[in-house]
């Protein structure tokens, strides 16, 4: 697959994704107190986090976008 993900995006995906799964585990948060809003937030922020370590986004392919330079 073609790199589709440039640096400043790479790093943005970083920094929600590991800010999602750390509000939602570890926080007191009511929003993150019921099991599905939790889990929902852990998958995002995993899925941020892969696809910022792969710098391969399906829904950018999709679209046709590119962050990075070719």
Same mark, same amino acid.
């Given at each position: 697959m073609t790199r589709n993900i440039g640096p400043a995006d790479r790093t943005l995906r970083l920094v929600v994704g590991a #800010? =999602?799964? !750390?509000? #939602? !585990?570890a926080s007191g948060w009511p929003a993150f107190?019921? &099991? =599905? $809003?939790? #889990?929902?937030a852990v998958i995002? &922020?995993?899925v941020l986090m892969i696809t910022a370590a792969v710098r391969v986004c $399906? =829904?950018? #392919? =999709?679209?046709?976008m590119r962050t990075c330079r070719r």
């Open positions: #800010a =999602l799964i !750390l509000v #939602a !585990l107190q019921g &099991g =599905l $809003p939790r #889990a929902m995002a &922020g995993v $399906p =829904l950018y #392919a =999709l679209l046709g």
